[in-house]
């Protein structure tokens, strides 16, 4: 009978302390969904999940689910002599085009394409009223720059091999101040080891802001050290209106310049590097 007691008596121990955990629990996932996310200028009716971890697993898992049209279609065009693979855009996935011409130049590593998804889906996730990231250039399918009839439409020695892209800022326009989907899309691509700098107008703007919600307690310290070290400042090549996101394999990026001409402007070898000087044409 004693034994019998005991036995009871820890049963109604047991289920009294996981009763207090799992509330504890709920009390946390409350606070940080609602005020951190909020005190972040994030929408309250975003539907946004609980956590920046769930968050970013939810992006994780949409990288792969495409649709069976775009699967079928990428299966014929997608493999070609040099290894690159055309973006895949599709029914499924946030990121879109940023016009039909570019899809000639959107042939990429698998690993770059594979980060540009997985931003666009966070960007979506983080900022759910915001505008759609769009893919522009990647390289053509042979892995050249891309070129068109106008000639390169890039700088000699960017957007070889599918290393690097162009891709547009989020809900944002040029006058409205509104800097979260460029944020979140950086914030994204900087996690991974794979993305080693990205071009922009904005870097400023972009670090005061992950300052901000680290201080709030919202993302890790390393994301300010990466905003910080790896997004380099560029007004000169149309970067106030698309980031350009290098990978680490720095291929053809080491191309001597000098002479060089694209559209219209001009590469000047100086002793801070090599600087693209918009002449008239
Ligand atoms: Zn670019």
Known sequence: MRVIVAM???????????????????????????????????????????????????????????????????STYSLNLSGLMLLPVDALSPLTIWNESNRTHQYGQKATIFEIRRAAYFTALMAADCSAVRAADISDSNGATPSDAAGLRHPVGAHLNGYSADLSYACFEKSSGDYRG????????????????????????????????????????????????????????????????????????????????????????????????????
């Open 182 to 281: 460029l944020a979140w899309t950086f914030y994204s691509l900087l996690e991974s080891a794979y993305v080693a700098s990205i071009l922009t107008a904005y870097k400023s703007e972009a670090l005061a802001l992950i300052t901000d919600w680290y201080n709030k307690g919202i993302v890790e310290y390393e994301a300010v050290v990466r905003f910080t070290n790896d997004l380099w400042q560029d007004t000169t090549l149309n970067h106030d209106y698309h980031m350009h996101v290098n990978s680490t394999t720095r291929e053809g990026l080491f191309t001597d310049p000098s002479n060089s001409y694209y559209r219209c402007y001009s590469a000047q070898v100086t002793s801070v590097g090599t600087i693209w000087k918009r002449i008239s044409c």
């Open 8 to 74: 009871v008596g820890l049963l109604l121990l047991l289920s009294v302390v996981a009763c207090d955990a799992e509330q504890t629990n709920t009390k946390l996932a409350t606070s940080t969904e609602t005020s951190d996310l909020e005190d972040a200028g994030l929408p309250s009716n975003a539907g946004l999940p609980k956590s920046l971890i769930e968050i970013k697993k939810d992006a994780d898992l949409k990288l792969y689910e495409w649709d069976s049209n775009e699967r079928q279609r990428l």
